[in-house]
Structures are given as C-alpha cells and as structure tokens.
C-alpha cells in the first residue's frame, strides 16, 4: 500500500511569490495535517483538513492556507512568500478525524526554500 | 502557554545499551501525547500515543511512560541499535473541541557500534 506522498519534493521560489504544496494521503484516510518544520525548531502545526473542511489552523499567518479535493488530496499555497517561510513542509493523514488521537502517517515532506 | 521541553537535546550511546529520553508538558486541557521517530530527511513515524488514562505503552523496543499529573513523559529503548539513530519528538494534542499539538523540539539520539 503506497504511503503518503509529497510533490515537489524541493521547491526554490523567490521573496514575495506563491509556492503551491501536494499531498495525497494513503487510501481511505480523510484526514489531511500540514505541519512546518524550520531548520532548528520544531514541528509546528499549520492546518488540519476532514471530508473537505478546514478543521483548525495554528498560529500563522493567512498568507497560509489550503484545501482538501474529493478525493482527499490537499494542497498548501503560501503567498507572499518571505524568507521565514524556507522550511521543510510535511503532510500527515489519517484514518479518521477522532480529535487527533488517530495515528498519522507522514509524507517526505517537500523542502521550501525561498531566496 | 502551551510548551513542550525534551531532554536531553541529544544523546550519544553504545549499541545494545539502553536510553530514557525525557519530556516535560504542559498541556491544557490534555488530551494525549504522542512520540515520535524522525530519520534524517524523513517525515516522522508514530511511536506511541497516550491518552490521560493510560501510563505505559509499549511497541517493540520503546516504552512510553505518562505521568499525567507530573506532566511528565518518558520513552525508553531497550538494546539499542544503530537503526535507533534518529531525532525523537514528543507531542502534546490539547483537547477543547478541536486538534492543538504542541511539539518539543527533539532529543537527537545517535548510536555507535
């Protein structure tokens, strides 16, 4: 069974563009979770996605946002980007959205680096 | 304020020796705490998770203890293996109708032959 997948696994972008994040959750699971990981901080919660709805955000910016298709796969957009915004940007799912006591299963993640 | 420390930042050990890593939370209102693995340049894998109710959980190798009332939160591995070379991540969910995780920053372990 295939995991979570990310794409693109790097992206470069320069200060003030919009990058745009993938994730396609494994089979069956309807939940979708972005987190961001900055080099030499932790992992900070960005957006939680169930059956389509934004479900509860962290502590960012608008700037940061997303959505969740039909078919569960979701997408992170970031604009106006800003060079504290260079960071590892890992998609987790899971089976069900049990006020996030169900196991999450993390993609690669897609590294973000903005000049 | 939710906050979650770990300690320690990191760890150097023999193979086949045992380790706790430690973690500190405070978390209101809890819901439960989860600990994670992370190899270099890899997404996070699931350990264990713990609800309030629950103060040992085991999966293979690692045990998570829980103290809710100390708000304090141990993994141990048993006869460690090079493999166990990694960062391990506590997480702190609060509850209150929606999902709020707290992540600590890490201890990385690293193992040596």
């Known amino acids: 069974e295939a995991g979570v997948t990310q794409s693109p696994t790097h992206l470069i972008k320069t200060r003030g563009q919009q990058a745009t994040l993938r994730c396609s959750p494994i089979s069956g699971h309807t939940s979708v979770y972005w987190y961001q990981q900055a080099l030499g901080l932790g992992l900070q919660f960005l957006l939680w996605?169930?059956?389509?709805?934004?479900?509860n955000r962290g502590n960012f910016p608008p700037r940061f946002s997303g959505r969740q298709f039909p078919n569960y796969s979701s997408e992170l957009n970031v604009n106006a980007l800003e060079l504290e915004d260079s960071a590892l940007y890992l998609c987790?799912?899971?089976?069900?959205?049990?006020?996030?006591?169900?196991?999450?299963?993390f993609g690669p993640g897609t590294r973000l680096t903005v000049l | 304020k939710n906050q979650v420390e770990q300690s320690p930042q990191s760890l150097i050990i023999l193979e086949g020796k045992n380790c706790t890593l430690q973690c500190n939370y405070t978390v209101s209102p809890f819901s439960n705490l989860r600990w994670y693995k992370q190899d270099t340049g890899r997404g996070p894998v699931s350990l264990t998770i713990m609800t309030f109710s629950e103060n040992t959980k085991s999966n293979g190798r690692y045990t998570a203890t829980l103290d809710a009332d100390t708000k304090q939160s141990s993994l141990h591995i048993t006869a460690s293996q090079l493999s166990d070379s990694a960062s391990y991540i506590c997480?702190?969910?609060?509850?209150?109708?929606?999902?709020?995780?707290?992540f600590g920053r890490g201890t990385s372990l690293i193992v040596h032959p």
């Open positions: 987790a799912s899971s089976l069900a959205s049990n006020m996030g006591t169900d196991t999450q299963y």
């Open positions: 996605y169930d059956e389509g709805e934004e479900r």
């Open positions: 997480v702190a969910t609060a509850s209150g109708g929606s999902y709020i995780p707290t």
